[in-house]
Each structure stands twice: as structure tokens, then as C-alpha cells.
């Protein structure tokens, strides 16, 4: 079964930095799309990046575009968010998340959940 587990979550300081890690198990890679989503306190759950991993396709919110980098380590059946430029408005539990196919920046595609990281950016 698809086993997701997302880590690297921490409180940082507006302007500074973090990386996420989803580590994945129980599939194989390239036939999936990761997405990360993230839901803040008393809002709903939003996309904000996924990737192919077979091809290297990258896909990013308007909001986070220029700021956060995803990447994937296909040896290591790893996803990276890299989260630059971090705003106080970035805080949230980030999830990563999996489904066959292509990526998508809908939720409601991803049929497999890592537990989510808490990320708290202090202004």
C-alpha cells in the first residue's frame, strides 16, 4: 500500500527558509504524481506545488511561485519542498500526497496522504 511520511516542518522567520521532505513507500515512483498541499488554521485545504517524478514537470501556485522549489530524488523515492522567502501567511500543516497519473493541484485527485508537517513562519 502507498505510504506517505512528510517531515521538515519547524518555525522560521519571515524572510528565512525550510525544507520538506516526503519520504514514499509502497509504490513505484514514476508511476505517481506528489503534490503538496497546506491548510492554515480555519481555511481550507489549498494546492500548492506537485511534480511528475518521471519526467521532472513541476506545477506551483501563484502564491508561492518564484518562492517555493519542488523537487524529487527518484533513488530515494524522496519529495523535496524547498520553501524560500517564507511569509508569516505561510504557515500551515503542509501535506504531501499521492495519485496515479499526472499532477494535479486539486485534492480531491490525491487518493494517498502523508500525516503533515506543521510549518509556523513568525513575523
Known amino acids: 500500500d502507498v505510504q506517505l511520511q512528510a517531515s521538515g516542518g519547524g518555525l522560521a522567520q519571515a524572510g528565512g527558509s525550510l525544507r520538506l521532505s516526503c519520504e514514499a513507500a509502497?509504490?513505484?515512483?514514476?508511476?505517481?504524481?506528489i503534490g503538496w498541499f497546506r491548510q492554515a488554521p480555519g481555511k481550507v485545504r489549498e494546492g500548492v506545488t506537485s511534480i511528475d517524478p518521471s519526467d521532472g514537470s513541476t506545477y506551483y501556485a501563484n502564491s508561492v511561485k518564484g518562492r517555493f522549489t519542488i523537487s524529487s530524488d527518484n533513488a530515494k523515492n524522496t519529495v523535496y519542498l524547498q520553501l524560500n522567502s517564507l511569509k508569516p501567511e505561510d504557515t500551515a500543516v503542509y501535506y504531501c500526497?499521492?495519485?496515479?497519473?499526472?499532477?494535479?493541484?486539486?485534492?480531491?485527485?490525491?487518493?494517498?496522504w502523508g500525516q503533515g508537517t506543521l510549518v509556523t513562519v513568525s513575523s
Open positions: 509502497g509504490f513505484i515512483f514514476t508511476d505517481y504524481a
Open positions: 500526497a499521492a495519485k496515479r497519473g499526472t499532477p494535479s493541484m486539486r485534492d480531491g485527485y490525491y487518493d494517498s
